[in-house]
């Protein structure tokens, strides 16, 4: 992998945990559980934004 996308890509993934939380935490009607899901999709789509800004940026020479 290059090493440019390794930090978006890892945060993309790691968001998966948040999401993950919030849903069983849905599931369980733990309190607090739309603020968690939230935030996991927060996250994703950050991830997702920097991962793109990474790609369209030339490449200084």
């Known amino acids: 992998m290059n090493p440019k996308y390794r ?3 890892t945060l993309f993934l790691a968001s998966f945990l ?11 009607h733990w309190p607090g559980d739309d603020i968690i899901f939230g935030a996991g999709m927060l996250v994703q789509m ?3 934004l920097w991962l793109i800004v990474v790609i ?3 490449e200084k020479k």
């Open 56 to 58: 369209i940026k030339p």
């Open 18 to 28: 948040l999401i993950g939380l919030g849903m069983l935490s849905h599931v369980q």
């Open 46 to 48: 950050f991830s997702i």
């Open 7 to 9: 930090k978006p890509v």
